[in-house]
Nanobody
Framework: QVQLVESGGGLVQAGGSLRLSCVAS????????MGWYRQAPGKQRELVAT????????NYADSVKGRFTVSRDNAKNTVYLQMNSLKPEDTAVYYC???????WGQGTQVTVSS
């Protein structure tokens, strides 16, 4: 049974920062590309960032490039999303995901006030 547990969400003012964490159980984490997605009310879930197994390669949505940084610690089975210069349009539920699998976390709410 694979479990993904996100944390670190909250309410922050525009221009502020948050760091999300996602802890994964099992060995699947160390063998797979990980991703962060988000879903705002009334909108489809969208890809925010991905990171390869080694962490050497990352990919970002255009809307977050230069502001968000994805990283991982395979020894801790954890993937992070550092979010800086937050904007109200970043408000969403953020999910971590094991790419090419059915494994998703429960999500953590990020709310950015203007």
């Amino acid at each position: 049974q694979v479990q993904l547990v996100e944390s670190g969400g909250g309410l922050v003012q525009a221009g502020g920062s948050l760091r999300l964490s996602c802890v994964a159980s099992g060995t699947i984490f160390r063998l797979n590309v990980m991703g962060w997605y988000r879903q705002a009310p009334g909108k489809q879930r969208e890809l925010v960032a991905t990171i390869t197994v080694s962490g050497a390669s990352t990919n970002y949505a255009d809307s977050v490039k230069g502001r968000f940084t994805v990283s991982r610690d395979n020894a801790k089975n954890t993937v992070y999303l550092q979010m800086n210069s937050l904007k109200p349009e970043d408000t969403a539920v953020y999910y971590c995901h094991v790419l090419f699998s059915d494994y998703w976390g429960q999500g953590t709410q990020v709310t950015v006030s203007s």
